[in-house]
């Protein structure tokens, strides 16, 4: 789909790589990584279309989100009654959504995630103890599973078409809806982050829309960041993950305000 890059400046790599980093270390204890990865891939390759960049984006997000995603699965318990459901959901429904950022402008999003992200700050400020202890780690019957079949199915979309987020909004809605706490939504949504990034990915680089060396690049730097934002979200517990959630999630409103008033 695009020609690929002979050669890239090294303070260009360099800055990729810094900003995956963080991102990866973001992503493994709230998500919300490719609110750093994402604009920084805009602004080193202006030339090129949102589809390339979204997957380069992909390549680079999965290896750190599969790195959290073991970290976390060593240490917490995995209800997957939730996540296979959930994950089955995410592959087929991110797939569809990066199929669709070659149809419609992902900026359409931008004003409705804007008003979703409000809205789950409002949520967690208001209810202190939301997400501290676990009110349901044994859930029964069809309900649950439903639950995370609609789950994984509308982020999933989400993620593969827009992204920003994905992962807090997982958290969120594993938390609100299943009564998890933040450890063992942080798990449930690192599997299901997985398998958007997987479905997304699979499609882009079909369409030979990823920019190798960028890619690879980052890819290294978001792993070392994962690792070490696994350890401190372990280490430190629920209490911690809420309050870098609340961060991430107001960061990410104002940086779609931002967005919003560029435009």
């Known amino acids: 789909m695009i020609e690929q890059l002979a050669d890239i400046a090294d303070p260009i790599l360099l800055a990729l790589a ?11 204890v709230v998500g919300g ?31 750190g989100t599969s790195s959290a995603a073991i970290q976390y699965a060593r240490r917490i318990t995995i209800e997957w009654s939730i996540a296979l459901p959930s994950i089955l959901a995410a592959l087929l429904f991110s797939w569809l959504g990066a199929r669709s950022v ?35 780690l044994r859930p029964t019957g069809i309900r649950p599973r439903l639950s995370a079949y609609a789950i994984g199915a509308t982020l999933g979309f989400y993620d593969g078409f827009f992204g920003p987020g994905t992962g807090s909004f997982l958290i969120f809605a594993f938390i609100r809806f299943l009564g998890m706490d933040f450890l063992r939504a942080s798990v449930t949504a690192k599997l299901t982050n997985v398998a958007t990034n997987l479905a997304a990915l699979a499609f882009f680089a079909i ?3 990823i920019i190798w060396e960028a890619a690879l690049t980052m890819a290294v730097a978001n792993l070392t960041g994962a690792m070490a934002g ?17 961060l991430v999630v107001c960061a990410l409103i104002a940086k779609l305000c931002w967005d919003l008033l560029q435009h």
Do not use: C
């Open 18 to 28: 810094f900003g995956a980093f963080l991102a990866g270390l973001i992503d493994a």
């Open 33 to 63: 990584g490719g609110l750093l990865q994402i604009p920084l891939l805009f602004t080193a390759f202006p030339e090129h279309p949102p589809a390339p960049l979204f997957g380069t984006n992909k390549l680079a997000s999965i290896v």
């Open 102 to 136: 070659t149809l419609f402008p992902p900026d359409i999003l931008r004003p409705l995630v804007l008003v979703m992200l409000i809205a789950v700050a409002i949520y967690t400020f208001r209810r202190k103890e939301f997400g501290l202890h676990s009110s349901n």
């Open 207 to 209: 369409n030979g829309a």
């Open 230 to 246: 696994s350890h401190l979200a372990l280490k430190h517990g629920s209490h911690f993950i809420r309050r870098v959630f609340l």
